[in-house]
């Protein structure tokens, strides 16, 4: 069946990670390496009482099929949401419901790559973007991430000198590094973007995991057209919900209608209704944060136990939000190798280089401190530790 | 931003029907112009408890992310219902679980149809399969149906001179026809397909609905390689779960794994686990036994409405199954005319040409009898009959 197989099928590998969290799946192994939500703080009993409530009082109508661009009341809630939290205007008709964020790269690649067509990501970067514009067969071309955002004299200078159609972006405690742009780069970055007609996709979803620091604006409030703004339930209530959105404009939702009603018709309508009335009968503010006092625990222990027992020489990202850091090892000392060492004592993560699509950052790794304990943090940190010493030796 | 749309999106509207359904929205209208199966059948009061107890008793677990794949349990369910309903033996891991059929639609032209490449599709054929496939930009090759399935010299003939890479088919109870394939018809499309090398996809989402004559092979009973057989739950338990599934093949569920995991990283977590407690705790044969019996009386009134009160110079199928059936007016009769007569009378239906990949069809169109009641059926064929004779005369 190899012969049948389209063109931009051929240079697309099953992901690394996914083959990672095999490895990582023996009870046995304190995991750093997976990018799930802490499950202990899914709100379990709303979304029950949630679902009981749209079934019994509506029924028929939540089984039944439903709008492409999705529920309505929810995209009213969402456009609520961002006049509160960014003064951003947004009609709900400029919002589709989709299957998780995820859907939202593959919707927009489908509606604007073409084949050869360059897009600018950044350098590390999320690599469910990587797949999804893959299939597309761009040419991507990344640039550099620095602690507060993007090379942004890079992005000049590739601006100037290549046709760039699209710029992907994760500006808020990007997965993997963890970086968050400043408000200074998000201003620069939409200059650059806005006087070479770059279509901007900004990727949000860990934006309300903010546990320190000040929430900063979103790039739309700086940019009025070819923006497209991504969002996602997954990170603030459940992912097994599998609901996100784009925030798109006029002019481009009708396609994107077109291909997400060629994909899938609608998303899953009784998710819709649940997330609905679980939003309709609980306080969202408070359950994120919880999310946020949780998640900035963990994430105190991690980087308190990696500035006590990494060697000096390790560098590690200072995540003021969402679920990663990063660590940048000496130079020559392979991540690759380590996961080897660091599964022999038990403890994963994952390695740097498929995030970058140029090659390089061998010596680079992901570390999620979401989905993992205190003491398992501290007991992990600590071998994770042992296993990099032992490699620099 | 017209000028930023990728190639694949210039060619594709919005669905027509789509369209039409706006019109049909109005209280007053009979409408057999949806798709929708009758949601009085939907077992709510099951669904509901299904979604209380996975949520009461994993509640973090069904809420996490999940295999790309699809819940192991379910897809083995699924071969397991292949295996008693056409002694097909399937692997579970050859199970891709989708949002919806028409996901499945989309994931296997992502995997397989390159730009021009050549796609048989009935006439009339499936427009939910004409979006998916169209926006891979294949070549469409329309073979007439006839009321035993499609012309096989005709099948033939194109095998013979065109390059092929892709037959899609509906052989029970299609959309928009009603017509279901004979076994002769079956296994002359199988050996056809076969000697040109041809991959099938078989599109299933009615086979279960059969209220007459006996149930046929599936054509990968004939088959062995180059097989898609796509499924769902969509009809036989509820669409808005918008669970289905691909069923293929050892060498290509890597790479459709890929396709799914790059599209949206997996289906509706939840969906996928109250299902399966569903199916579980309830008799899914009893309970389709329902719906075949419902389907089956409101068929009867429409079909026996029309041979009463339609002049004989129109023409209709008599299908043993589904949820359609479909109408010939005589030639140089117009059903976009007739719509617009029909719905001035409060009666609404699909004129057939959009489903005519290649022109013609002005004289068809399709009639739902699923989401009717006979009452409603009795009434609205009634008007029909009124707006056809008045567009005869």
Redesign the interface.
């Known amino acids: ?2 012969d ?6 051929h240079n ?4 690394f990670i ?1 083959e990672i969290l095999k490895v990582t799946e023996r009870p046995e192994i304190i995991s750093f390496a997976g ?3 802490n ?2 703080l ?1 709100p ?2 709303e ?2 009482d949630a ?2 409530k749209v ?2 009082q509506k ?8 709008t ?1 661009e999705g529920y309505l009341p929810l995209r009213e809630y969402i456009a609520k949401r961002y006049l509160k939290r960014h003064r951003l205007e947004i009609d709900p008709d400029e919002i589709l419901i ?3 964020s ?2 939202g790269l ?1 919707l927009i690649a ?5 084949r050869g067509e360059q897009v600018v990501i950044e350098r590390p970067g999320y690599l ?1 973007a990587i ?2 514009f ?3 067969e761009p040419e991507f071309q990344a640039i550099e991430l620095f602690e507060d955002g993007i090379d942004t004299e890079a992005l000049e200078r590739t601006l100037e000198t290549e046709q760039i ?1 699209l710029f992907y972006t994760v500006p808020n405690f990007q997965n993997p590094s963890g970086i968050s742009y400043s408000e200074q780069k998000r201003q620069d970055v939409a200059r650059l973007l806005k006087s070479h007609k770059v ?1 901007l996709v900004e990727d949000d979803p860990y934006g309300e995991l903010r546990f320190m620091g000040r929430d900063l604006a979103s790039m739309r409030n700086y940019l009025n ?2 923006v497209f703004l991504l969002g996602s339930f ?1 990170k603030i209530v ?5 609901l996100g959105w784009i925030c798109g ?1 006029e ?2 939702m ?2 994107l ?3 997400k ?11 819709q209704r ?1 997330v609905h009335q679980y939003l309709l009968d609980n306080d969202l503010d408070e359950h994120v944060l919880k999310i946020r006092k949780v998640y900035k625990e963990q994430r105190d222990v991690m980087v308190s136990m990696i500035e006590e027992y990494f060697p000096e020489e390790t560098n590690h990202t200072r995540p003021e939000g969402g679920m990663f850091l990063w660590i940048t090892l000496p130079q020559g000392i392979s991540s690759l190798e380590l996961f080897d060492q660091a599964t022999q004592l038990n403890v994963a993560f994952v390695p740097g280089q498929p995030f970058y699509v140029d090659g390089g950052g061998e010596n680079t790794l992901r570390l999620n401190f979401s989905n993992t304990d205190e003491v398992q943090i501290e007991e992990g940190i600590k071998r994770l530790a042992e296993a990099i010493k032992k490699l620099m030796a």
Do not use: C, W
């Not at 049948?4 to 099928?9: K, S």
């Not at 029924?59 to 439903?66: A, F, I, K, R």
């Not at 009603?261 to 998710?271: F, G, I, K, R």
């Open positions: 069946m190899n049948t197989f389209a063109n931009r099928m697309v590998r099953r992901s996914r990018g799930l939500p499950p202990r899914f379990v009993q979304i029950a679902a009981l079934l019994q029924g028929e109508s939540v089984l039944q099929y439903s492409t989709t299957n998780g995820q859907q593959d489908k509606v604007f790559l073409d469910g797949q999804a893959s299939l597309y159609k279509i057209d070819r997954s459940s992912p097994g919900l599998r404009q002019g481009a009708e396609k209608i077109i291909a009603q060629a994909s899938d018709l609608h998303s899953n309508h009784l998710s649940i």
